[in-house]
């Protein structure tokens, strides 16, 4: 299983997340992985809907609470 964070992009670099995520995905199916895990920040609605259009769906919920 591969894990991918999911990274601030400058809207200068449109269109390069898909291809940045193709290249991923390859990479962890060189390795034999079967399955991707992406970590996505809750207020960072626009990437959550890139990796939806990437074909990832909701899996589970991570909780956080500061101290």
Do not use: T
């Not at 269109?15 to 996505?40: P, Q, R, T, W």
């Amino acid at each position: 299983q591969g894990d991918w964070s999911s990274d601030v992009c400058s809207s200068d670099l449109k269109g390069i997340g898909a291809k940045l995520m193709e290249a991923a995905e390859k990479y962890f199916h060189s390795k034999d992985c079967d399955a991707v895990n992406v970590e996505v920040f809750v207020p960072n609605e626009r990437a959550h809907e890139f990796y939806k259009k990437c074909g990832y769906e909701d899996r589970s919920v991570y909780l956080f609470k500061s101290l």
